[in-house]
């Protein structure tokens, strides 16, 4: 099998929306079509460096995307990157999908300089979370929400 990582381009749009809308669902959320053309145009539009897509294709076949975003840091001198969304389609799961998106997401950021990555998963996505404790460093952060 044959995977590559790349920038999500204009021709992925129906593919994008297929793996988000699955992600989404897993959340038990959804977004309306609004938001899925103003985050498709920003993760495509050069003007915005910091919102990032990318799509993982398998044998021609969409099947994972991740979302990343860099941003400024308090603490830091340098940006840091939030890793907001990723998925990869289940028939793939544990074939090293997740874990090259993350990878490629890695890259990204130190390419940038941006040597801090993190990201937020809910506690009961456990097998999500055996690939983060092999990749990521747990914390002992809890998230607030207004």
């Not at 021709?11 to 992600?23: G, K, P």
């Not at 294709?57 to 830091?76: C, E, K, M, S, T």
């Not at 389609?89 to 300089?113: K, Q």
Request: charged share 20%; glycine share 6%.
């Amino acid at each position: 099998m044959s995977l590559t990582i790349r920038p999500l381009a204009p021709s992925d749009q129906a593919d994008w929306r297929r793996l988000w809308t699955a992600y989404l669902e897993f959340y038990e959320s959804s977004v309306s079509d609004q938001v899925y053309a103003t985050t498709f145009a920003r993760l495509l539009d050069p003007a915005r460096p910091a919102q990032n897509g990318l799509i993982a294709v398998q044998d021609g076949r969409a099947v994972g995307l991740v979302h990343y975003i860099f941003h400024p840091h308090n603490w830091r001198v340098e940006d840091v990157c939030y890793l907001q969304d990723l998925y990869a389609d289940p028939e793939v799961r544990g074939s090293g999908v997740g874990r090259a998106l993350i990878e490629a997401v890695y890259a990204a950021a130190d390419e940038n300089g941006t040597p801090s990555v993190y990201w937020l998963t809910q506690d009961f996505n456990e097998t999500a979370r055996r690939l983060y404790d092999r990749i990521g460093t747990l914390t002992p952060f809890i998230k607030y929400q207004r």
